[in-house]
């Protein structure tokens, strides 16, 4: 399709004129091609024809391939079946493809009414009815397949090295798509009011033997797609043999996709599938088919898979309670509570119900209570030994945090890492949230297993707001880690100077020593030069760095800025060279 578009940008008729004009003979020939094809007039097409022009030729756009075929173009502009039938007739390859991606027989699959009326609004044909434009494209495609279309033949990958492709299609992946699974899949992708899957179309390819288990490099078989099309298409696809616990390379069936969906057509689709024996309980790494259900939030799907008996607390996988607290469905989490769902039931990873709801940025505290009230454990540790509190700092509010806190979490308890939750908020989060962790009795000196304190976290990741906090807590500025490191050189080395020159400056101010060494005898100098901080470096020396200490390497810190392409050529190495 991205070939098509990018071609009818120069074959339309406002532009064909001008383009014409700075075309060569052959180009012109080319065009009158297209042209031809656009309005619809074989008589035309025959003219060009008979002037020697190639039925297979590849239509050129700004100079290169373009990769599409006259038949392509006809299908592109569902042309008429008499017009499909006499380019065929006339040579041209029904299974050419552009770039290995697409046959005739895909673009035609591909091309939705909706899409025809928005990309080709000036098309002859585009004022037909929806009805219409399906009908043109079932008698254009029963034209391809009676004239040997492939109708098995499978797609590659996108060519991203084309802007337009990455413009249009930024993350189209479906390598191995075949024809049938590309007509579902467009579905499913589109939506039912953009696109609509008819059951003539899937039984006109399954008569022409359209494999109905082939799937993408992803796993995903046709009737994985065909669930957002309702009961009907899929129980096309399984009296043609569909494998109904086929799964995708995430361990999904095709119930499960049904059951993350939120449309009445994939529940009509699920209860299909259940009536044919489809596993219930079926476990993917997404989680079983009632989790899915419960985190979309689609209560009558839940309902549904209940009434079918899905298991309110399978053991060792993500459970629906998870699904719900991710999804932030706080009614369904009330609902599966009073089932009976298990709050401390825990996945692979060792994460609860708890956990998941205090990693959201946007926590409903009503969650959190309701979970707490139903005995969830608030201090329990994941596999990584985290608590929901130390869950909670990356992505969740203060308040989310302070509702923790009230609700009993341990703040110095510490992960398999030996990190606290001060740690990691000194790192990622609000210095509100660092005040309230130390207010509630964190330790501020405690390290983990590198030797590390939350005043090197946040020097480290150059965070002045933390920084001064921690230190007017009484944080330790002197300190090493298991390396030998201080809090001043961890400073003066990064992702980025920004803020890191206040950084430094505080932490001197309070006491750092600026020419304190490390375990191979580098100084905090030596460590700016080698992290390309510019502008550390001349603080530092502002700040009495000695230039003319040697490590145990016996180099200098100029010997570091020689060496850094950052900093050759800068006023910083002429102010080591004078001060060296």
Same mark, same amino acid.
């Given at each position: +399709?991205?070939?098509?578009?990018?071609?009818?940008?120069?074959?339309?008729?406002?532009?064909?004129?001008?383009?014409?004009?700075?075309?060569?003979?052959?180009?012109?020939?080319?065009?009158?091609?297209?042209?031809?094809?656009?309005?619809?007039?074989?008589?035309?097409?025959?003219?060009?024809?008979?002037?020697?022009?190639?039925?297979?030729? !590849?239509?050129?756009?700004? %100079?290169?391939?373009?990769?599409?075929?006259?038949?392509?173009?006809?299908?592109?502009?569902?042309?008429?079946?008499?017009?499909?039938?006499?380019?065929?007739?006339?040579?041209?390859?029904?299974?050419?493809?552009?770039?290995?991606?697409?046959?005739?027989?895909?673009?035609?699959?591909?091309?939705?009414?909706?899409?025809?009326?928005?990309?080709?609004?000036?098309?002859?044909?585009?004022?037909?009815?929806?009805? #219409?434009?399906?009908?043109?494209?079932?008698?254009?495609?029963?034209?391809?397949?009676?004239?040997?279309?492939?109708?098995?033949?499978?797609?590659? #990958?996108?060519?991203?090295?084309?802007?337009?492709?990455?413009?249009?299609?930024? !993350?189209?992946?479906?390598?191995?798509?075949?024809?049938?699974?590309?007509?579902?899949?467009?579905?499913?992708?589109?939506?039912?009011?953009?696109?609509?899957?008819?059951?003539?179309?899937?039984?006109?390819?399954?008569?022409?033997?359209?494999?109905?288990?082939?799937?993408?490099?992803?796993?995903?078989?046709?009737?994985?797609?065909?669930?957002?099309?309702?009961?009907? +298409?899929?129980?096309?696809?399984?009296?043609?043999?569909?494998?109904?616990?086929?799964?995708?390379?995430?361990?999904?069936?095709?119930?499960?996709?049904?059951?993350?969906? #939120?449309?009445?057509?994939?529940?009509?689709?699920?209860?299909?599938?259940?009536?044919?024996?489809?596993?219930?309980?079926?476990?993917?790494?997404?989680?079983?088919?009632?989790?899915?259900?419960?985190?979309?939030?689609?209560?009558?799907?839940?309902?549904?898979?209940?009434?079918? %008996?899905?298991?309110?607390?399978?053991?060792?996988?993500?459970?629906?309670?998870?699904?719900?607290?991710?999804?932030?469905?706080?009614?369904?989490?009330?609902?599966?509570?009073?089932?009976?769902?298990?709050?401390?039931?825990?996945?692979?990873?060792?994460?609860?119900?708890?956990?998941?709801?205090?990693?959201?940025?946007?926590?409903?505290?009503?969650?959190? /209570?309701?979970?707490? #009230?139903?005995? /969830?454990?608030?201090?329990?540790?994941?596999?990584?030994?985290?608590?929901?509190?130390?869950?909670?700092?990356?992505?969740?509010?203060?308040?989310?945090?302070?509702?923790?806190?009230?609700?009993?979490?341990?703040?110095?308890?510490?992960?398999?890492?030996?990190?606290?939750?001060?740690?990691?908020? /000194?790192?990622?989060?609000?210095?509100?949230? @660092?005040? +309230?962790?130390?207010?509630?009795?964190?330790?501020?000196?405690?390290?983990?297993?590198?030797?590390?304190?939350?005043?090197?976290?946040?020097?480290?990741?150059?965070?002045?707001?933390?920084?001064?906090?921690?230190?007017?807590?009484?944080?330790?500025?002197?300190?090493?880690?298991?390396?030998?490191?201080?809090?001043?050189?961890?400073?003066?080395?990064?992702?980025?100077?920004?803020?890191?020159?206040?950084?430094?400056?505080?932490?001197?101010?309070?006491?750092?020593?600026?020419?304190? !060494?490390?375990?191979?005898?580098?100084?905090?100098?030596?460590? /700016?030069?080698?992290?390309?901080?510019?502008? @550390? @470096?001349?603080?530092?020396?502002?700040?009495?760095?000695?230039?003319?200490?040697?490590?145990?390497?016996?180099?200098?810190?100029?010997?570091?800025?020689?060496?850094?392409?950052?900093?050759?050529?800068?006023? @910083?190495?002429?102010?080591?060279?004078?001060?060296?």
């Amino acid at each position: +399709m991205v070939s098509i578009i990018a071609m009818l940008l120069v074959v339309s008729s406002s532009s064909m004129v001008a383009a014409q004009k700075s075309m060569t003979q052959s180009a012109r020939t080319q065009s009158a091609m297209f042209q031809a094809i656009y309005q619809g007039k074989i008589d035309a097409v025959q003219s060009v024809i008979d002037s020697g022009v190639d039925i297979n030729m !590849r239509y050129q756009v700004e %100079g290169k391939r373009g990769g599409v075929t006259p038949l392509m173009m006809a299908v592109a502009y569902l042309s008429t079946p008499e017009m499909i039938q006499f380019l065929i007739d006339s040579g041209a390859e029904v299974d050419a493809h552009c770039d290995k991606q697409s046959t005739a027989l895909i673009y035609c699959l591909g091309i939705g009414s909706k899409v025809f009326k928005t990309l080709l609004p000036v098309a002859p044909g585009s004022t037909r009815t929806d009805a #219409e434009l399906d009908r043109a494209k079932y008698e254009i495609v029963k034209v391809l397949l009676n004239n040997g279309a492939d109708v098995n033949w499978a797609r590659h #990958e996108s060519d991203h090295s084309d802007p337009a492709n990455r413009m249009v299609r930024p !993350r189209d992946r479906t390598d191995g798509t075949t024809p049938l699974a590309w007509y579902l899949r467009r579905g499913h992708t589109m939506g039912r009011r953009d696109w609509i899957c008819t059951p003539e179309m899937v039984q006109l390819l399954i008569a022409h033997g359209a494999e109905v288990n082939v799937s993408t490099t992803d796993g995903e078989t046709p009737l994985m797609f065909a669930v957002d099309q309702g009961p009907e +298409m899929v129980q096309l696809l399984l009296d043609a043999g569909a494998k109904i616990e086929a799964e995708d390379r995430a361990g999904m069936t095709a119930l499960s996709h049904a059951a993350w969906r #939120e449309n009445e057509t994939s529940l009509g689709s699920a209860k299909l599938l259940l009536a044919n024996g489809a596993e219930i309980n079926h476990l993917s790494k997404a989680g079983y088919p009632l989790t899915l259900a419960c985190t979309s939030g689609n209560t009558s799907m839940v309902e549904l898979l209940m009434e079918h %008996g899905a298991d309110v607390n399978p053991s060792g996988g993500f459970t629906p309670l998870m699904g719900a607290a991710r999804g932030s469905q706080v009614e369904l989490i009330e609902w599966l509570l009073k089932e009976g769902a298990d709050p401390n039931a825990v996945n692979r990873n060792g994460w609860t119900a708890l956990m998941e709801a205090a990693e959201l940025e946007n926590t409903d505290g009503e969650i959190i /209570a309701m979970l707490i #009230e139903a005995g /969830a454990k608030v201090n329990a540790r994941c596999a990584e030994g985290k608590t929901a509190l130390m869950c909670a700092l990356m992505w969740a509010q203060p308040a989310t945090i302070r509702q923790l806190l009230d609700l009993g979490a341990d703040v110095r308890m510490k992960d398999e890492d030996g990190s606290t939750a001060l740690m990691l908020a /000194a790192e990622e989060s609000s210095v509100e949230v @660092v005040a +309230m962790l130390v207010e509630a009795g964190a330790k501020v000196d405690a390290t983990n297993a590198e030797g590390k304190s939350a005043l090197m976290w946040a020097a480290k990741f150059a965070r002045p707001a933390a920084v001064r906090l921690l230190l007017d807590q009484g944080a330790d500025v002197r300190m090493k880690d298991k390396a030998g490191s201080t809090v001043l050189m961890i400073a003066a080395q990064g992702y980025s100077e920004e803020s890191r020159v206040e950084v430094v400056a505080m932490l001197v101010e309070a006491g750092a020593k600026v020419n304190a !060494r490390g375990a191979e005898g580098k100084t905090a100098l030596m460590c /700016a030069a080698m992290e390309s901080m510019p502008g @550390v @470096v001349r603080q530092l020396l502002d700040l009495g760095a000695d230039a003319q200490l040697k490590d145990k390497a016996g180099k200098w810190a100029i010997d570091y800025a020689r060496d850094n392409f950052a900093l050759s050529g800068s006023p @910083v190495l002429q102010q080591l060279k004078t001060v060296f």
